[in-house]
């Protein structure tokens, strides 16, 4: 079965810096990896995904992620981050042949602090 | 618009209520999922439904009953709740196509926050 670790329950950046939110997956096949933001009190917001093609994906609010098959990583990035990019944010992998469709991981919260 | 609304936003219920969470989409969007999510813990998959028809059911207990009246709609029906099912029910929807397409992007509702007493 496939799944997704986030390592890091907590990110912690200043406002202006780059941020990294780590994921790793693990799956027998082709992976299909998502990451979702999640704002308080609110559902989730897709921000990217990875099917095939380029391993650097860009997605919404100058958010990218970079798929690693060597690494089986998928590490969400941003170049500068703002303040309102303080959030809950999950990685989520989905695997062909399998009808559970999506699993998440457990959530990273990142801070930005101004 | 990626909208998928849900309602209510709250609800507080006793454990012999019966209560149903809506949840509507007009993407014209095939698959419609239900999700439970505890706090600070990821969201679990609950149902599953493409073309209406009920696909994936992770051995949910039977006190939730969901129903896919259309194509648009998706409710869930509670009864006889536990104070354990207290929670975020989350709605999504995605495009589907020929059966369930798990590379499509799926579109969560605001949820429901479920207490029950």
């Known amino acids: 079965a496939q799944s997704v670790a986030q390592p890091e329950d907590q990110v912690n950046v200043a406002e202006g810096n780059p941020l990294t939110v780590k994921c790793t997956y693990s799956v027998s096949g082709n992976p299909y990896l998502f990451w979702y933001v999640q704002y308080p009190n609110r559902g989730l917001q897709f921000l990217l995904k990875?099917?095939?093609?380029?391993?650097l994906v860009k997605g919404s609010y100058g958010f990218e992620a970079e798929f690693n098959k060597s690494q089986t990583s998928f590490h969400l990035k941003k170049p500068s981050a703002l303040v309102s990019d303080s959030a809950l944010y999950f990685c989520?992998?989905?695997?062909?042949?399998?009808?559970?469709?999506?699993?998440f991981g457990a959530g990273t919260r990142l801070t930005v602090k101004p | 618009d990626t909208e998928v609304t849900q309602t209510p936003k709250h609800l507080v219920m006793g454990m012999t209520n019966k209560k149903s969470l809506k949840c509507e989409q007009h993407?014209?969007?095939?698959?419609m999922y239900w999700y439970k999510q505890k706090a600070k813990k990821p969201p679990e998959l609950m149902f599953v439904?493409?073309?209406?028809?009920?696909?994936i059911n992770e051995s949910v207990p039977s006190r939730f009953s969901p129903e896919c009246p259309n194509s648009s709609l998706l409710n869930l029906h509670l009864h006889a709740l536990q104070p354990e099912d207290s929670a975020l029910y989350l709605c999504?929807?995605?495009?589907?196509?020929?059966?369930?397409?798990?590379?499509?992007?799926?579109?969560f509702g605001p949820g429901t926050r479920l207490t029950v007493l």
């Open positions: 993407m014209g969007h095939r698959a």
């Open positions: 989520a992998v989905s695997q062909l042949y399998n009808n559970n469709d999506m699993r």
């Open positions: 439904y493409s073309y209406e028809k009920l696909s």
């Open positions: 999504a929807s995605s495009q589907g196509g020929a059966g369930l397409r798990i590379t499509d992007t799926q579109y």
């Open positions: 990875y099917i095939t093609g380029d391993n």
